[in-house]
């Protein structure tokens, strides 16, 4: 189970898988939801944001 980045839990989440359509590429992502918190995160960043946000994206 994918640990919260707000408060740590590791609690039974709910998790969601949902398809880039934005931009039509059509990748799939998986997020999940704390438990504890609510918060709503994606399981990983992917590596190449760049192509999810365009030439416009902040290196960081
Ligand atoms: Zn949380």
Do not use: K, N, W
């Amino acid at each position: 189970m994918p640990t919260c980045r707000i408060c740590g839990s590791q609690a039974e989440h709910c998790t969601f898988v949902m398809r880039e359509m934005m931009i039509g590429l059509r990748d799939e992502f998986s997020y999940f939801q704390c438990a504890d918190c609510g918060c709503l995160q994606i399981v990983a960043v992917p590596a190449d944001l760049a192509r999810y946000y365009g030439e416009g994206v902040l290196q960081l």
